[in-house]
Structures are given as C-alpha cells and as structure tokens.
C-alpha cells in the first residue's frame, strides 16, 4: 500500500544522506522524496511516498526514528491529509494544438508560465493522481519536457507535527 | 583557555576518562598525535594496521563496557578501518572512531589520501560527524560519546578535517547533552510489563530467551535472578554467553543453527518466549516460516523498537533498557504479584531432550577441536577471557567453554569477522591487565591479522593463542561436505607457515601439538610456565571434524543434525 511519511530532521549536512541511505540498504522503496527547510531554519521537513506491508511500514516508521539527525516521524496517510505535488510541463503548441493546449491547461486548472511561438510550459498542483490524468490527456508527442516535484503533504485539522 | 583543535581533542578524551587509544599515525592527524605526545593520560597503542586498531578498541569496550577509541588517519586509514568498525556497531558496541581528514579547503578535490569518510561508514556506523569549525569540535565528540554509549549502543565516526586541529579556540568541555533529535527510551511501560508478568505466571512451557543486550546492558545478575526465581530454562545466544551461569542446572546453551538439541526444542516447542535484548535472527531461529507452525506468545524486552517484531511478531513488545524493565519485573514478583508457576512436567521435557547429549564427540587417535576447548576450559578453571575468530573454532568455543560470567566471550557475533581473534585478545588484555587471555582461533582466520603479534610483542602482551589448525577453512569445508557434494572449492589451506616458527621470529613461544595425550601437558605449561609470555599454540587436529548439532539454512529449529545422525 502507498504511504506518505513525513519527517522532521536536523537542517544538516548528511541529514539527507543518512535518510536515502537507509532506504536502499534495506531495500525499501521510494516513490518521491521532497525536502526543503522549515520556518524554522534548523529543522527540514522532508515527504517521502513509499508503499510496502503493514509490517515494512513498521520498520520504515522505526528506523528513520532510530536516525540521529531524525527528530519526528509521522505516517501522513494513516488519517486525514492533503497532499499535493507540483509539475512543470513543457509542451509542443503549434497551429491548432495551441488552442487544444490551452483549453486542456484549463480545464486542469493549470497556469501557462511560458509562451513561445512554438511552446508552452505549464503549471499543475495537485494529487499526483491528477498530474498523471494530465499527462495521460495529453498526446504524447507533444510532450517534450517534464519535471515533478514529488509529494508534499500535511495533515488536516489539528493534527500537528512540529517540534 | 585558548588551545588547538588537537589539544581539544586529547583534552575531551581525558574527560571522558579515556585511559587507552588505539591508533596508527599518518599525515592528517599529525597535529593530534603531537598533542598526545604531549602528555601522558592518555596512552596510545600503536597496531600493525588499522583494522586492528577497531578491532582492539572494539573488544576493550566488550571486556569491560568502557567505551573503546580508535584512532586512524586519512583515506587509507579510515578504508582499512571500515570492517572494524561494521563489525563493532553490527554487535551494538559503544566505540568512537576519531578519523583524520584532509583540510577543509581540499575536501572534494581528491586530494592526497582523501575520501568521503563519513559517506563510507554511513551505513555501518550509528552515526557519524564531520567538524567543519574547530568551535564545534569538543561539542561534537561530547555527542559522539554520549551517542555511542546510550540506547542502543553503537559506533560513532568523528572526522576531523587537518586544519581544525591546527586552529586555535577556547576550550569548554560540555557537562551534558541535549538533543532534540536523540533521546533513547530508557523505562519500560509498565503496563506492558505486567501483563508480561502476568503471561510468564500463566506459562506451561515457558523459555527465557537472552541475547547481547543483557551483557551489553551488565544485566547478567539481574537476569540470573528473574530466572531463578521463574524457575524458568534459560538459552543464551552466542552473543549472552556468560549472561547466565553456563553450569547452572537452568542453562539449556545457546539456540540456533549450532544451538543445543535441548534449547532448539525448548525455543520451538515453549508456550511463552520471554525474549531479553536478542532480535530472533535468523541463525538464531532459523526459518521463520517453520518457527510460527506452533502457536507462542512471544514478550520482547529491547532498547531498540526495531529489533523488535522485525522477524518475529511480538505478541506483548517492551520498549527500554534491559536492566530498568528487569527491576520493574522483579519488583513485580516481589510484590507477590501471583503465585509461582508450577513448570516440573516441563522441567522432566527439557531433560529428556538433554538426556540426548547432543554435543557429544569421539576422541579416538587424531586430536579432536572439542577436547582441546575442554582442556582449556580445566586448564584455566573456567575463568579466562576467551576471544575467537569465526568458523567451526569459534562454534567449538562457544559450545564447549562453559562461561559463568558475562563479558568474558569476545566474537564477532553479527558480522562474522575472521581476522578479530587476536587484536580482539589485545584489546582484551589492556582492558583488563593481569587477567588471563586466551585466543581460540584457526589458522585461517588467525593469518588475516597475523601482523598483530608485532604489537602484542611490544606490549608483552601475554596472550595464550590456541590454534586449531586443521589445514581447512573449515566451516566452508563442513558446508561443502554437507550441501555441495564434497567439492572442496578453495577451502584447502595450502602452504601453511611454521607457526612455531613465526611465533618465534616475533619474539614468541611457539608450540606444535599433535597428539591427544600432549594437549593438557601443553596447555597447562603454556598457562604456568610461560604465564607472562605470548604462546602460539599450533593444534594440528582431526581435520574431518564438524560442528554439531547443525540446523541447515531455510531449516527449522526441529530440523537439526546431529552428529550421530551421519
């Protein structure tokens, strides 16, 4: 099953490493992973979306919380959440896929951060379900580039994780 | 007071009440070096190569759970370093490692003898720092010893960029630590605990199943005493031996793939499991799958959540130090929380299976390993330190010297290192000087750190060596007997050297011993006779010999091999 884990860790040189290291040594898969500092600038937070038993997820959960640099661990999709991923997409848009470029942007609610004669590049937020319905909309030959930020995500309500 | 960052160094070390380092120099770590000429709290051994540095200090720690310290340079001191240190943290090992490392304005440039220290040991380390400003310096290895030697204890690697240790700044040794990001669980949950009591009161066929943690935790009183008054059969892993009594009537050995017939069926057949800092590994249980045919509950007792239920579930997990949820269980017992269990149809079961004596051997012309452990267990009257190597010799050991006290066997249990028998006999004897050391080893592991007799010779180290030389490697060869066919791939040990010989060329004694009869004459004037000195004894013995009772891999414990099954 795909678990989004949110982790709260030591702003600090090889805070990362140590993080990535333990998901490949004990083979335990990676999905995405995004990490940028907090407002607090001495702790990041980091998303990683990974799938695996119930059992696995209990190992994964136990030791990043064995890490050093790890201060909190919180399986996101145990309860309510949000999560939301963010795609830049570079299309062909020529001739008559110009318009159909821009009506698809539309409907996805998505936002044109550069026109060229021949290119668009579009922005889309959202579960990384939509942004792949998106790619999946689109022909494929149009593509030309994309770039995905992986899953962030935060739980609704009161649900809190912070030092 | 203003001091350089090599005197910062040495100066933390004395506060931490280090009283041995062992180290080999090199070109970074040249300031510190001078800084530890410099004064005389701290002594440096000087090894024969790295590897033996952590090996040593990693057996100095074990023998005496004083935190080892290990000193290498740069680069090609840190790689040579790395299995000392994988084999330390794999069997939970308070060591700090402290690494030389080019200066910080030639990191990354491939510089002479340079490499990514702390991306190297990552993986096999509990964790590691790198100093970048040398204001950080002494609250860093505060950290590095207060990590090593809480929670689950492990390795920490300090790398210490050259010009650190050249700048100057004042010197303040912090009193305590506080880390967010790091705070070990220490007491168990109390209500876990009794209904755990509750669960070990109600049990038919109870075990008490104990592991590293409780020597590693100096847990071995308490423990013996929950046992005694539990009335309950105890097996010891091959990292508890010495955790409880080996002569008590109690004891049933160690468990596992050389365990004893009798805690093999007591581990697989018990109704409650009482698991005490040991994690179910697989040479312990052997296939999972099989383990679970019969219904147990299992109470897990460890410091890390992550050992437990990560091979086999927990039916009531406890968190904490082994020695605070012993109190609390024996606390418990005291407060007459149940009346106690009434265990004797179980006790006439486990003696019937011991009735099997699955450890028995012949010794007919050719000296058989098991009898030269025997003799050395009377020769040295059951109380000598006892270091091995890895393979049938250290099987041998384990299943034949009958430790009473903790801390006494010294093996790489986890990682399964040849090449640690006798810097981990070093390390033993500085820790714990005038005490009676003894190497039990095989003379293919004993070449992989046969450099060492250098150092040993001089520091006088009087270590007794017991060779047991079998011309094989010889576990490789009982696999391959057993599950290959007899295809003897590249386990026959030829051109051996003339130990006696060796011995002799580093200032040693040297022994070959080839007949049954000579082996307690040998042993006794090696231990008397030659008491102060280094004595390599040479065993030249029955090279056909295996280790039994044997649970064959992806087998279950009720599947063993006993000796006269063949």
Redesign the interface.
């Known amino acids: 099953m795909r678990h989004i884990i949110s982790i709260l860790l030591e702003n600090e040189a090889g805070a990362l490493s140590h993080v990535a290291g333990l998901f490949s040594a004990r083979g335990y898969n990676i999905e995405s992973l995004t990490v940028a500092p907090t407002e607090d600038a001495s702790l990041s937070r980091m998303t990683i979306v990974t799938s695996g038993s119930d059992e696995v997820l209990e190992q994964i959960t136990k030791q990043l919380n064995k890490l050093v640099d790890v201060v909190k661990v919180v399986d996101l999709s145990e309860s309510a959440h949000v999560e939301r991923e963010l795609m830049l997409i570079k299309v062909r848009a020529i001739g008559k896929d110009r318009e159909e470029m821009k009506r698809m942007s539309d409907i996805f609610r998505g936002r044109i951060l550069d026109v060229t004669e021949s290119t668009f590049v579009i922005e889309l937020t959202g579960t990384s379900a939509k942004l792949d319905s998106f790619i999946n909309a689109l022909d494929t030959g149009l593509i030309l580039e994309t770039v995905r930020t992986g899953v962030s995500g935060i739980g609704r309500s009161d649900r809190i994780l912070k030092v | 007071m203003i001091i350089s960052g090599a005197e910062i160094v040495i100066r933390c070390l004395q506060e931490e009440k280090v009283e041995h380092v062992f180290g080999y120099p090199g070109g970074t770590v040249l300031h510190i070096y001078d800084a530890l000429f410099k004064q005389d709290e701290v002594k440096h051994i000087l090894v024969r190569h790295e590897q033996a540095a952590v090996h040593a200090a990693d057996a100095y720690s074990r023998s005496s759970n004083r935190v080892g310290v290990a000193m290498v340079t740069s680069g090609p001191g840190v790689t040579n370093a790395i299995t000392g240190v994988a084999t330390a943290n794999a069997d939970s090992v308070p060591l700090v490692l402290l690494c030389g490392q080019v200066g910080t304005a030639a990191i990354g440039s491939d510089a002479f003898q340079e490499c990514d220290t702390?991306?190297i040991t990552?993986?096999c380390v509990?964790?590691?720092f790198?100093v970048?400003d040398v204001k950080d310096l002494a609250s860093t290895l505060k950290k590095a010893f207060h990590?090593a030697t809480t929670g689950r204890p492990g390795v920490v690697v300090v790398d210490l960029p050259k010009d650190i240790t050249a700048e100057k700044c004042e010197f303040v040794y912090p009193a305590a630590v506080a880390?967010?990001?790091?705070n070990p669980v220490v007491k168990g949950h109390l209500g876990q605990i009794k209904k755990a009591v509750q669960l070990l009161l109600e049990a038919k066929r109870p075990i008490l199943y104990i592991g590293g943690g409780v020597v590693l935790s100096d847990s071995a009183e308490k423990l013996t005493d929950l046992a005694r008054r539990l009335n309950f059969p105890v097996t010891h892993t091959l990292m508890a031996l010495g955790g409880f009594p080996a002569t008590d009537r109690q004891s049933v050995g160690m468990p596992g793939m050389h365990g004893t017939y009798e805690a093999n069926l007591a581990m697989h057949n018990a109704d409650v499991i009482l698991a005490v800092g040991a994690r179910f590994d697989d040479r312990v249980i052997g296939n999972v799958e099989h383990f679970y045919n019969e219904p147990r509950k299992i109470i897990h007792v460890d410091i890390?959540?992550?050992s437990i239920?990560?091979r086999v579930?927990a039916d009531i997990p406890i968190v904490g130090n082994v020695p605070d949820v012993l109190d609390e269980m024996l606390k418990l017992l005291e407060d007459g929380f149940a009346t106690s269990p009434q265990l004797a149809d179980w006790w006439r079961q486990i003696e019937a299976w011991r009735a099997k004596k699955g450890l028995q051997y012949h010794q007919g012309e050719r000296i058989m390993p098991q009898f030269v452990v025997e003799k050395l267990y009377e020769v040295t009257r059951g109380d000598a330190f006892i270091t091995s190597d890895v393979g049938q010799h250290q099987m041998f050991a384990s299943q034949f010297y009958k430790f009473d006290k903790p801390r006494r066997w010294i093996n790489s249990g986890g990682l399964g290192t040849m090449g640690v028998g006798l810097p981990y006999a070093m390390g033993t004897s500085f820790a714990n000087p005038g005490a009676t050391v003894a190497c039990v080893t095989g003379e293919g592991s004993i070449q992989m750190c046969i450099q060492e007799l250098s150092t040993c010779k001089q520091f006088e180290l009087p270590i007794k060596i017991i060779n047991l030389n079998n011309g094989m490697l010889g576990m490789v060869r009982q696999w391959q007997e057993m599950f290959y066919s007899k295809r003897y791939s590249q386990s026959y040990v030829t051109s051996l050297p003339d130990f006696v010989k060796l011995a002799e060329a580093y200032g040693h004694v040297g022994m070959k011993i080839e007949k049954p009869e000579d082996v307690e004459p040998a042993l006794k004037r090696a231990f008397t006779e030659y008491k102060d000195r280094l004595v390599f004894m040479d065993f030249i013995i029955d090279p056909t010999a295996n280790v039994f009772p044997m649970v064959a891999t992806g087998k279950g414990l009720t599947e063993m091999i006993l000796a006269e099954d063949l």
Not at chain 2, 179 to 182: E, F, N, T, V
């Open positions: 702390v991306g990552r993986p509990k964790h590691n790198l970048k990590i880390m967010r990001s790091y890390d959540p992550s239920s990560k579930k």
